[in-house]
């Protein structure tokens, strides 16, 4: 008897301990879930991350030569193709190049009689307000997402990272007086700033007060009235509208009065006695309210000591002057259909990243084909492409040149000069560039860590290139 009960106490012990065995293993077999759970959230984390998008071509590099390293003929295919790692890595990867980088000169613009007035877009996003805060994060500024940008095909250039200027704030007047140094030294007659205002409500616009007070900004200005709808457009959701744009009943001698300090300022660009001023998108008005804002305004400005106003109306996106003319004294090419449409589409360019879902368009062709100087049968002033490429804002569904160089921007703008020369009087005679610091569409005068100054110099060559051709 007490022999079955010993039996029975070693068996109970033996059933204890595998059910100890079972259970440490079933709590091992929890927290190895557990670990492998969470690395595969890490990997998905990676993959989803910009540095596991940017090494991209690394790995693929790797993968090739790997697969190649037994077949000496398949291996030289390889680097016969790209040369060499380093030349993979600027072909795919960094996509700059030492010799590229063009430093600053010497020279100076020095003006001539018959020289175009050349006048660069200017955005004042760089720069902290409240409703960026509210909308995107605290801190989010247009440098948010400059510096997120990656290649997403073959031969894209990004990011595009400020050089000698760096990731500045235009509350900062210092940062002023230095682009206004530049500017002058390259030939650029003026900033044409873009002022975003709501019926009432104004966004961004303390660089721009900042620059009207200080008079030691010595520098011409223009006003691009922006009157479009704050919208998502820095996740690409343009439709989704933050702030709407109206054109309410008072709204027009409203906006007038909120920008004669700016008209009646001695920097103000203006025709003979008549400042210019450009509305960005008609469209969103109809053209009844269009063109009673337009009567509006031009009473109030000769009642305030002006001739008249000079009114320009964007070329942007779907809006045709030809249709919707009137009551403007001219338009400005800005990215319209009317200029898209000779744009030549690139279908077969590798991509980099699977998901791109965008448009790649050819800048060689663009200069090329001269479309930009088809002839209007109304005053339509010539704008000049710096580049173009709003990966930082759209990503995956952006829109973007490339075999852009500093060379055929020098051709383009030496066409556009050219042109407007022959087509408008010395009053009258001006040139627009896309732009001086449009970051976010990768279309920039400023000095980048890539090129350095050499879209700058380039500016200068195309302005003494023409100043020689008048000379003869």
């Not at 704030?169 to 044409?192: M, P």
Request: charged share 30%; hydrophobic share 30%; glycine share 2%.
């Amino acid at each position: 008897m007490n022999q079955d009960k010993f039996k029975v106490n070693n068996l109970e012990k033996e059933i204890n301990k595998k059910n100890q065995v079972i259970m440490d293993l079933n709590k091992e077999l929890t927290q190895q879930k557990k670990i492998i759970k969470q690395k595969n959230k890490n990997i998905e984390n990676m993959k989803n991350s910009n540095s596991w998008k940017i090494t991209k071509p690394i790995r693929k590099f790797k993968l090739i030569f790997n697969f190649n390293k037994n077949n000496k003929k398949k291996k030289k295919k390889v680097f016969n193709k790209y040369g060499d790692l380093n030349s993979f890595l600027k072909t795919f990867y960094f996509n700059r190049e030492i010799d590229l980088y063009v430093k600053k000169s010497d020279r100076y613009y020095t003006s001539q009689p018959k020289d175009s007035k050349v006048i660069a877009f200017y955005l004042p996003q760089f720069h902290r307000i409240p409703e960026n805060d509210e909308f995107w994060g605290e801190g989010f500024t247009e440098w948010t997402y400059v510096t997120r940008a990656v290649p997403l095909v073959e031969n894209q250039y990004q990011p595009h990272l400020p050089d000698v200027l760096g990731f500045y704030d235009l509350t900062n007047d210092e940062t002023f007086k230095e682009q206004i140094s530049l500017a002058k030294k390259y030939g650029i007659y003026g900033f044409c700033f873009h002022y975003y205002w709501f019926s009432g409500r104004r966004l961004l616009e303390k660089p721009i007060f900042n620059y009207l007070k200080n008079k030691d900004l010595d520098f011409p200005f223009m006003l691009c009235w922006a009157n479009e709808p704050w919208t998502k457009r820095w996740n690409g959701s343009e439709k989704d509208v933050l702030i709407p744009q109206k054109l309410e009943k008072d709204d027009p001698v409203k906006f007038i009065k909120d920008i004669m300090p700016f008209l009646k300022d001695e920097r103000y660009i203006k025709i003979d006695n008549c400042p210019m001023l450009i509305v960005y998108r008609p469209q969103y008005f109809s053209k009844k309210d269009m063109l009673e804002a337009i009567d509006v305004w031009r009473d109030y400005a000769k009642n305030e000591g002006f001739d008249d106003l000079y009114l320009i109306n964007a070329e942007s996106n779907n809006f045709d002057s030809e249709e919707k003319y009137e009551g403007f004294n001219a338009s400005v090419q800005f990215n319209s259909h009317k200029m898209t449409r000779y744009w030549h589409e690139l279908k077969n360019i590798p991509k980099l990243d699977p998901n791109f879902s965008g448009h790649i368009y050819d800048y060689e062709n663009l200069v090329k084909n001269k479309s930009y100087l088809k002839d209007a049968n109304y005053n339509l002033y010539r704008t000049v492409l710096v580049n173009y490429d709003n990966t930082p804002r759209s990503q995956n569904d952006s829109t973007l040149f490339i075999n852009g160089t500093p060379e055929l921007y020098q051709e383009w703008l030496e066409n556009v000069l050219e042109y407007s020369n022959d087509h408008f009087s010395k009053d009258k005679n001006f040139v627009f560039l896309h732009s001086w610091n449009e970051w976010g569409e990768s279309t920039h005068l400023e000095p980048d860590r890539k090129y350095g100054f050499a879209y700058l110099e380039a500016t200068l060559n195309a302005i003494e290139k023409h100043q020689n051709k008048n000379n003869l």
